[in-house]
C-alpha cells in the first residue's frame, strides 16, 4: 500500500494504529512512528530531535485533527483512542515495530 501524507489511507493508517495501542504516550507514539517511517512503512516529509526524541509536525498536526474531531482524547501527553476506525488492518510487521519501541522504553 503506497502512502502519501495526508491523504486518506494515511490517516487511516495513524488511526488504526492508534486504535491497536489503544492508549501511548504521545512521545513514545512520535518514536514509533520514526521508526516505521526508517523502515518505508509510512512517509513523513520532516522531523526535528529534541535531545534522543523525533518529533514530526505531521503527526502532531494528524494527533490535533483526530483529537479535534474526538477520534482521540488527549490527557496530558497520553493519546487515548475513543473512536474505533471504519476498517482497521495492520500488518503483525507494524505491531511488532510499534512493541519493540515500547519495550525498548521499559528496558
Known amino acids: 500500500m503506497v502512502l502519501k501524507v495526508f491523504d486518506n489511507k494515511w490517516l487511516v493508517f495513524i488511526h488504526c494504529l492508534l486504535w491497536e495501542l489503544k492508549e501511548v504516550d504521545e512521545w513514545d507514539f512520535h518514536r ?3 521508526k516505521l517511517n526508517k ?8 522531523w526535528v530531535w529534541f535531545g534522543n526524541s523525533p518529533r514530526s509536525a505531521e503527526v502532531d498536526a494528524a494527533i490535533g485533527l483526530f483529537s ?8 496530558g501527553e497520553k493519546i487515548r483512542v475513543i473512536k474505533s476506525p471504519r476498517k482497521c488492518s495492520l500488518d503483525d510487521h507494524v505491531l511488532d515495530i510499534a512493541r519493540s519501541v515500547l ?5
Open 68 to 75: 479535534l474531531y474526538r477520534i482521540i482524547e488527549l490527557d
Open 32 to 34: 514509533i512512528i520514526y
Open 103 to 107: 519495550k525498548e522504553k521499559t528496558s
Open 39 to 46: 523502515e518505508g512503512i509510512i512517509p513523513i516529509n520532516s
